[in-house]
């Protein structure tokens, strides 16, 4: 029954319109059917092979596998249909081929194998779209669970696949899957009726075998409930049918029932020869519970026969098939429980991986977080910077422009008085200190009145600016222009004799002589009175070097303007000094 599990591996439609495409949908068709065939078709598409889109190329290896397992070379057939999975990227190929796997694991009953392999098959099946290879997986995960005693689970499956509206051939070995599993659950069906719907829609597929294995359950829960002579004839009357399929696990089954079944009738002739057959039969097929029932069979027979010797060796044969039997039990146990521990293993392994992953992805987006928060900072620290650069930059212009403000006459743009006056005492206390000349320049323009008088207010500013200019260009570097007020002017010179500040006062009075109005479209001639007083004839203090300019100042004009007068020691006090020009 196990390969025929193998044979419900459902057709894939292979899309190509090539000849080749249509051979290969043919072989895979009919390779349960019409095994000859099949082989044929195997052969033509192998010589062909150079034709096939490498996912025909998978189909036909898979078909190849399948032919392995088939012929019963279950270890290359394990061998091909792993290494197909492992290297299709096909969901549907990978479930089909780790199907054959897990089946052919069941075959070989290498379980623990099976079972891990069935979770990797498991862990694809909603990935493939096609219903068909989705029930292979289900129909092999139904076997295998069956094989290794958990029934229950072999149930859930065939229920999976009765809900997915299972159909055919795996609808029908599913059928009969299930009346075998919940049997061994103590749990058949109720209704009779449930296993004969199973029977004959195995009969309408033309699954013959699979109905008289159906045949055998529905005999057990007829005997079960009482109606042991319809059982025995319920098998009877199918023998020959069965006996012409040659195949030894339905005829050991079908024995081995009929001569416990027999027995309890008390046709004990009958019952022997029954169980001899179902021995027979199951003489290459080891632990199994057809020997189990067939020995008890015959032992019991024996016992009431009086025969010593034949009770005591069926007693013998009987206990060693039921001690292998439940051997078996056990070690199917201990293959699900080594298997599902090592598939938790590995989901927990999974599981701790991904953790790690979850914790490293975290750490990741936590770097980057404060990577960006540190960026933003960073940003905002920038730009506050900025904005108090930018602030303090405005401030101090401010402040400057203030300063300037309030230190430059806004008419000529030379320093005001109070500003010529503060710069002109540290320079003064600078030279005192410093023991060196200074001198300082006072000037007053001469009719300025009649100008503005005549010309106006602007032109009269207009002569302003120009007398402050030529000042300023006459100056030295070290020197200072002011305007002290109205029409007045002061140079304070430093490190210079008395000589060298005359002869400035004499250059400003040249270049302010040289003013020509008519720049500004008039006709005035702009002259000044100069009066130069030195350090060295009353010493560095500012006011007293302004009084004594100025008093030669007022000299000038007196003597009649247009000139520069030295105050000389002695005038206004001090000695009158001589005018020049
Ligand atoms: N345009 C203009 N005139 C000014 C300014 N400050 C003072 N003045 C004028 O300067 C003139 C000074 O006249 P006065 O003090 O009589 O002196 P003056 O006419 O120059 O005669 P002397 O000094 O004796 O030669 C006045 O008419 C003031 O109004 C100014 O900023 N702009």
Known sequence: MLWLALALAPPVSASTPAAFGDLLSQADALRSADPARFEVLLARL??????????????????????????????????????LFETSSDPAIKVRAGGLVVSSRAVTREFVEGLVFLDKVLALVEQVDDAEVRHHAWAAAGVIHNQVGQYAQAVHYVELLQADGVQGRTRCFTGVLRLESLGFLDAAPEDPAEFQSVIDYCLSQGETMLANFGRVHLAAKLAADGQVPVAVSLLESRLGEI?????????????????????????????????????????????????????????????????????????????EAERAW???????????????????????????????????????????????????LIGLLALLAASVFYWAYKVKRMQVSLRTMAQTDALTGVSNRHHFTQTAEALLEACRRGGADAGLVMLDLDHFKAINDQYGHAAGDWALRQVAEACQAACPPDGRVGRLGGEEFALLVVNQDLASVVGLARECRKRIASIDARGAGHAFALTASFGVAGSRSGGHDFDGLLARADDALYRAKREGRDRVCVHMPGSHADAPSPASR
Do not use: C
């Not at 429980?337 to 750490?363: C, F, G, P, W, Y």
């Open 46 to 83: 192998t010589e062909r092979v150079h034709e096939a889109t490498p996912a025909q190329r998978e189909l036909l290896d898979y078909l190849k596998a399948y032919r392995l397992g088939y012929t019963g070379r279950f270890d290359l057939a394990i061998e091909a249909g792993t290494r």
């Open 243 to 319: 006996e012409a399929t040659g195949y030894p696990r339905l005829l050991g089954e079908v024995h081995a029932r009929l001569a416990r079944l027999k027995l309890s009738l008390g046709w004990r002739e009958a019952a022997d020869a029954h169980a001899l057959r179902a021995v027979a039969n199951s003489s290459g097929i080891a632990n199994t519970q057809v020997l189990v029932q067939a020995h008890e069979v015959l032992y019991e027979n024996a016992l009431a026969r009086g025969d010593a010797a034949a009770t005591l060796q069926h007693y013998r044969q009987y206990a």
């Open 326 to 376: 439940l051997d078996q039990v056990k070690a199917r146990e201990l293959a699900y429980q080594m298997a599902r521990h090592e598939s938790l293993q590995k989901s927990q392994t999974i599981e701790l991986l991904n953790r790690q992953n979850d914790v490293l992805r975290l750490e990741q987006q936590v770097a980057a977080k404060t990577a960006e928060a540190n960026r933003l």
